[in-house]
């Protein structure tokens, strides 16, 4: 069973700093883009980043160039996303998505986590 | 980038009936689109691929149909598990992979 669990979500202060990670366990992650996704409370789905399988290609929404950072780890099965420069505007539920193999459209989801940007 | 615009924002729908959602987008997606629903609380679960796919264990009441620029879901007999927020997403021209606003399904 296709699982992905994240995890580090909490409340910070603007300016701040955040790492978010997603474990995978169920398929093999190594062969599998991966993205996250967030949700602001009470508001639609917002793509925020991809990384292929092998890390070799990365894209960023706009809203986040310059102050977040995809990786992965294949040998911990792990997908992570570094936060720095955090806006209140980037208050919102963090999701991991795996795309479907060889395509981009996102077959399974976390249940997500939740990063809260206050003072 | 791509608009993805969804209709309309809430559509109320007594269980039984039959609902249809639309989504259009700003320029040609081909077949590219994706469609997902969201249960308060809950992560968003894949419904259709391929403008028209179903994904696995999705009742076959749920059918997407449109290539180009307009699509559609429907939702033959609506169970009361059906009453979410549904997404349309695009993954043509990337990035970004669009999303669409949403419509929220209500009972009537």
């Known amino acids: 069973e296709v699982q992905l669990v994240e995890s580090g979500g909490d409340l910070i202060q603007p300016g701040g700093s955040l790492r978010l990670s997603c474990a995978a366990s169920?398929?093999?992650?190594?062969?599998?883009?991966m993205n996250w996704v967030r949700q602001a409370p009470g508001k639609g789905l917002e793509w925020l980043s991809y990384?292929?399988?092998?890390?070799?290609?990365?894209y960023y929404a706009d809203s986040v160039k310059g102050r977040f950072t995809i990786s992965r780890d294949s040998a911990r099965n792990s997908l992570y996303l570094q936060m720095n420069s955090l806006r209140a505007e980037d208050t919102a539920v963090y999701y991991c998505?795996?795309?479907?193999?060889?395509?981009?459209?996102?077959?399974?989801w976390g249940q997500g986590t939740l990063v809260t940007v206050s003072s | 980038e791509i608009v993805m615009t969804q209709s309309p924002a809430t559509l109320s729908v007594s269980p039984g009936e039959r609902a249809t959602l639309s989504c259009r987008a700003s320029?040609?997606?081909?077949?590219?689109l994706a469609w997902y629903q969201q249960k308060p609380g809950q992560a968003p679960r894949l419904l259709i691929y391929?403008?028209?796919t179903r994904a696995t264990g999705i009742p076959a009441r749920f059918s997407g149909s449109g290539s180009g620029t307009e699509f559609t879901l429907t939702i033959s007999s609506l169970q009361s598990e059906d009453f979410a927020v549904y997404y349309c997403?695009?993954?043509?021209?990337?990035?970004?992979?669009?999303f669409g606003q949403g419509t929220k399904l209500d009972i009537k």
């Open positions: 391929g403008a028209s």
């Open positions: 990384i292929s399988s092998g890390s070799s290609t990365i």
């Open positions: 998505a795996r795309d479907s193999y060889g395509d981009y459209y996102h077959d399974y």
């Open positions: 997403q695009q993954y043509n021209n990337w990035p970004p992979n669009t």
């Open positions: 169920g398929f093999t992650f190594s062969s599998y883009s």
């Open positions: 320029q040609s997606v081909s077949s590219n």
